[in-house]
């Protein structure tokens, strides 16, 4: 990447990511990260050595991003590494930690801008330290209120990911209720291999028949996922 050139003793590293999700929902994209970033080095005479962009990337992992290890890379003595906040470095406490000492490492200090957190106190270490721990924990709560949602519309007869065979959605477009032929269909796999047939077998008779899988043809595998459902 191009590194930017000005005559301000200290440079800075700028590190911006976002998902979809996040951009969607807290409406920080890239470029609003970018241009606050630009303007805490502005306003506190560092220049911009380089900035990397990880667009549409969970913050979960830190091994999956491109442009963090590049960022990273760039950090040597007396940089900082910018950031818009604590959780567009990392959601996991560990991997936060993990940056930050590898930045001091370098002799790098670490900033984000939301917290108004610098390393180059031991407050500033204290409270990054902190924040990394909030960042895991706020991560951890989305995602469990994610799957107690699923849960619960899930028992009210809601759908939740694919169709199972066998169902069809209702007239609302979500609740679930029984489809006929593939009842029919499930009766006869179930008769079938209580006669004894292999789901291979079952699989061969079922392509003979007038009764039509939902895809190309009937598979094993097929005939495998209609029993465990059963």
Not at 26 to 40: I, P, T
Not at 51 to 62: A, P, Q, V
Request: hydrophobic share 35%.
């Amino acid at each position: 990447m191009k590194k930017l050139k000005t005559e301000a003793k200290q440079e800075a590293v700028i590190y911006i990511r976002v998902s979809t999700t996040q951009q969607a929902v807290e409406g920080v994209s890239l470029d609003a990260q970018e241009a606050k970033a630009k303007a805490w080095c502005l306003l506190n005479d560092y220049s911009v050595k380089s900035i990397h962009r990880d667009e549409g990337i969970s913050g979960r992992k830190t091994n999956n991003r491109p442009a963090l290890a590049k960022a990273l890379e760039d950090c040597t003595n007396g940089n900082a590494l910018v950031v818009y906040s604590i959780s567009r470095l990392s959601r996991s406490t560990a991997d936060t930690l993990a940056i930050g000492d590898k930045l001091k490492q370098a002799g790098a200090d670490l900033v984000s801008i939301s917290e108004k957190i610098d390393t180059t106190s031991a407050a500033g270490k204290m409270v990054f330290r902190l924040m990394a721990v909030m960042s895991e924990f706020e991560s951890d709560q989305i995602s469990e209120r994610v799957t107690v949602g699923m849960q619960y519309k899930k028992s009210k007869g809601g759908l939740v990911g694919a169709v199972p065979y066998g169902m069809q959605l209702g007239e609302d477009g979500d609740t679930l209720e029984p489809n006929e032929k593939e009842q029919e269909i499930i009766k006869i796999v179930k008769d079938l291999k209580r006669d004894g047939l292999t789901m291979n077998k079952i699989s061969i008779h079922l392509n003979t028949t007038v009764h039509k899988p939902r895809g190309k043809k009937w598979y094993p595998e097929q005939i495998k996922r209609i029993l465990l459902a059963a």
